[in-house]
């Protein structure tokens, strides 16, 4: 863990990721270890579906046949899921986020995966910025 610190010191990435509710440290060097160079992802979609948040339709001729998971990282799936539990569980900063998809009619499992989707399009604008979460720029879009 004091190895993981340091690395927060060192990496302005790991610095900032660290300041998104729901992602501390530990999360932080995961997601720094996993992604490598954000830019290399041309739009938060394509980020999403990297970090297996999203299922794509299989169709031929105009059926469609179900739906896939495109292969990603199962680990930064799981390190959004877990920091969507976070914000969830913990009423941190972005819980208002899930609060106002279950108002809209989804589900907890739909909501949370949401709210994990927000996480991760939040952490490639940091990591891409190198600039820490912003909560008062969120905040804006809570008033929609």
Not at 54 to 83: C, P, R, W
Not at 97 to 112: H, P, T, V
Request: aromatic fraction near 10%; include cysteine; glycine fraction near 8%.
């Amino acid at each position: 863990m004091k190895q993981l610190g340091e690395y927060e010191e060192q990496y302005p990435e790991i610095k900032a990721l660290s300041t998104i509710p729901g992602i501390a440290t530990v999360r932080a060097n995961i997601i720094a270890a996993a992604v490598c160079s954000p830019e290399r992802f041309e739009n938060k979609n394509k980020f999403w579906s990297y970090c297996m948040l999203v299922k794509h339709d299989i169709q031929s001729g105009g059926k469609s046949y179900g739906k896939e998971t495109i292969f990603g990282k199962k680990s930064l799936k799981n390190v959004f899921m877990g920091a969507a539990e976070s914000n969830i569980s913990g009423y941190l900063g972005l819980r208002w986020y899930y609060d106002q998809c279950r108002e809209k009619g989804l589900d907890n499992k739909a909501a949370k995966q949401n709210l994990a989707r927000k996480i991760a399009s939040i952490s490639l604008a940091v990591m891409k910025t190198k600039k820490p979460y912003d909560e008062g720029h969120i905040k804006k879009e809570q008033k929609v």
